[in-house]
């Protein structure tokens, strides 16, 4: 089929700047009577948001490190102050663990207080700006920044002296995110990405010299491997890993010989995938294997650190519905995250006991019908008697603990609440209500959804069914194993307030529940995300939560490959869809080899290439390929001229080809930015206003403001 809108790929193509300005102008035109609903909701989100406020310090060494925020400052501000010095005699001293106590007025510094990096300075005269890499050295005298001012992601590394705040002249440009220093900090280990995006090879450089002298330590030839690479937090071991969709293989090195040779601890195989930590067990220093060998839903394994390949002894066996994510090994825990019943759980085992002995983390909640996100958060050191863990459902905001180890058998009177996010404007979660349904798909799959409301408001979930139905928010994702657990936001809060709905439909490809729950959305099987959502979307019609006409969709990257299939596929069930950064193109990107993360991706959606199969199945499904003459709902694609992981060119095809058929389409393409849109935190409000009024607009709520704030 000859592609009418392909020309639209030259980037460099004036013609084709003019075509996305002259989109935006004509978005701006169709939304431009909700320039103050827009203006409202920005309003509400700043009235809700604690502009200023200053973050949970995290001991890393001898200093206390945290964020502040500064009421009309876009970004935030990297801080520390000094930490009492460990006593050998004494390591557990309450005093050296317990992070200063927060102050009365937060726009105040600390006492002592030295600012690490404050990115307002450094996005000085940018449109866009983000950190890639961020890493002090060991000693706390060097500071280690990677910056991307244009939205690609790739970053520009600088070191700097935080003694004297003079920035070395060793620059480095063009590398992938996550570089750090040895335990050392004389030498740094960065990632470089190939012509396609991919990070491929990692380098080491001694600070100080000429970046054109930087040595190659490991280099990843095959195109469908992504390279990384980090320190174990125990500061023994430095670690490289390589890893496509379904395969892995990590390579580690002693720390104290940082120009020695990497090697591997378990060879590639197909279709096996692991990662691994270090941990001291008995006085014997292991590996901490988790792995899919044999073990769909993974299990973990130690081998001795110097015969990896050795018989392996089993931790945590394997157990169908039990998806174990990892484990993080300390002095004296270890700490397991795994999944069932399609929400997270986090557990702890002390080293001071055998065989091991796993507790679930229990946190302090008055309603334990919540649907709860838990794990560790922030724990960089090793000989740490404490655990510092986050957790947070869709109405509870996300909320910073210590669990105190020692008193593991205590359950949640272990947990010291430290911080809980501030919602300001008298929220209360009491007024918001939670719960899990589940939706039957066309072959009997249950399929979960996640439902939070503002209480009130009628409606088969208030009990009310005299009410009618609802103005429901429906997302979803279903790609790459990723699961949507339970989470707060303060800009939902316009939505919910409004009477809205908020539901997530946890279709296939994700990892909600388990691994057969993802190898049932991909490649040959991706259909049913599609299937699935539609399920959910009938569901909530069929028991009258919704009604078509009242309910909207939204989806981003490959979830707005699930926004335009469903558009395609089931149009009648929805009055609008807004997908963001949308995959819409994927036969014509899966096709180009040469473009961003191409080859890696065969393993997630199949190679067309070489498989008349897999081609015959993506063009079945591809968004673009499959629009027709129908009715279609109201359609906003949002994207960013410089998006490297999904390119402009698929929305804006998408968008041309749907106005063919007659639907209302709008595109909005962000000039300075990335796939993750605009950065600084008032640009994003503004950002998601524009997308929320619109929500609105299609609801039919737009005019309608009479609404409890």
Not at 303 to 317: G, M, R, S
Not at 557 to 565: C, E, K, P, R
Request: charged share 25%; glycine share 10%; aromatic share 10%.
């Amino acid at each position: 089929m000859l592609d009418p809108y392909e020309w639209l790929r030259a980037k460099d193509d004036p013609e084709v700047i003019a075509h996305l300005t002259a989109e935006n102008a004509y978005a701006d035109a169709r939304m431009a009577h909700l320039e103050g609903l827009r203006d409202t909701i920005v309003g509400e989100i700043t009235a809700r948001t604690l502009e200023t406020d200053m973050g949970i310090p995290v001991r890393e060494g001898d200093w206390w490190y945290y964020g502040r925020t500064v009421e009309g400052l876009q970004y935030g501000i990297q801080c520390r102050v000094p930490a009492v010095p460990i006593d050998p005699a004494n390591p557990d001293d309450p005093a050296v663990w317990a992070p200063p106590p927060p102050l009365d007025d937060p726009s105040q510094p600390r006492e002592g207080e030295q600012i690490v990096i404050d990115s307002n300075v450094e996005a000085e005269g940018h449109d866009f700006f983000s950190l890639g890499s961020l890493d002090v050295s060991d000693d706390g005298n060097w500071l280690l920044f990677g910056v991307d001012t244009e939205g690609d992601e790739r970053y520009t590394l600088r070191i700097r002296s935080l003694v004297t705040g003079e920035t070395l002249p060793d620059t480095i440009e063009q590398t992938a995110g996550g570089a750090f220093f040895d335990p050392s900090g004389q030498y740094v280990f960065y990632t470089t990405v190939d012509e396609s995006w991919r990070p491929d090879t990692v380098w080491r450089h001694r600070v100080g010299t000429d970046p054109a002298d930087d040595v190659a330590v490991f280099h990843e030839p095959d195109d469908g491997f992504w390279v990384g690479a980090g320190r174990t937090r125990s500061g023994r071991y430095l670690i490289i890993e390589a890893s496509s969709s379904i395969t892995s293989e990590a390579r580690a090195l002693d720390a104290s010989t940082p120009e020695g040779e990497f090697a591997v601890v378990w060879p590639r195989r197909a279709g096996v995938e692991y990662d691994l930590d270090h941990a001291v067990i008995d006085g014997r220093d292991l590996w901490l294997i988790t792995h899919n060998d044999n073990a769909p839903d993974f299990q973990i394994v130690a081998v001795p650190v110097d015969a990896p390949l050795a018989p392996p002894e089993t931790l945590i066996p394997h157990e169908a519905g039990r998806r174990v994510e990892g484990i993080d090994a300390f002095a004296r825990f270890l700490v397991l995250d795994y999944r069932r019943d399609g929400l997270p759980a986090t557990a702890i085992a002390r080293l001071d006991g055998s065989p091991l002995e796993w507790n679930d983390i229990v946190v302090p909640l008055a309603d334990s019908a919540k649907l709860l996100s838990i794990g560790a958060r922030g724990n960089p050191e090793w000989n740490q008697p404490t655990l510092r863990i986050g957790y947070a459902s869709f109405t509870e905001p996300a909320t910073v603990a210590s669990l105190d180890v020692a008193r593991l058998a205590e359950g949640a009177a272990a947990v010291t609440v430290l911080k809980q996010q501030p919602v300001l404007g008298g929220y209360s979660s009491a007024d918001y209500a939670e719960r899990r349904e589940w939706a039957v798909a066309a072959d009997g799959t249950r399929v979960p959804i996640s439902l939070v409301w503002r209480k009130g408001r009628g409606g088969r979930l208030d009990g009310d069914d005299s009410a009618g139905p609802r103005a429901t928010h429906l997302y979803g994702y279903g790609s790459y194993e990723a699961s949507i657990d339970p989470g707060f936001s303060i800009p939902r809060l316009s939505m919910l307030d409004r009477g809205v709905v908020f539901a997530i439909a946890h279709v296939r490809g994700g990892g909600e529940l388990g691994r057969a729950w993802y190898e049932n959305g991909k490649t040959l099987t991706k259909t049913n995300t599609f299937t699935d959502f539609i399920a959910v979307a009938q569901h909530l019609v069929d028991t009258g939560v919704t009604a078509p006409d009242r309910l909207v969709a939204e989806g981003g990257s490959a979830g707005g490959l699930l926004m335009g299939a469903v558009a395609n596929l089931a149009p009648q069930l929805f009055a609008g869809i807004l997908a963001d950064v949308p995959f819409v193109d994927p036969l014509t990107s899966i096709l180009m080899p040469e473009l961003p993360l191409t080859v890696i991706e065969w393993d997630e959606w199949g190679n067309p290439l070489d498989d008349a199969d897999v081609y015959a199945y993506m063009k079945a499904y591809s968004p673009y390929e499959n629009v027709t003459e129908q009715l279609y709902p109201r359609i906003l694609a949002v994207t960013s001229l410089n998006d490297t992981r999904v390119l402009y060119v698929e929305p804006a095809k998408w968008v041309a080809r749907l106005r063919d058929v007659g639907a209302d389409a709008v595109l909005r393409c962000e000039m300075e930015a990335g796939h993750g849109g605009v950065s600084g935190r008032y640009s994003a409000w503004k950002q998601r206003a524009i997308e929320l009024a619109w929500l609105l607009d299609v609801l039919g709520l737009a005019a309608d403001e009479s609404h409890e704030s």
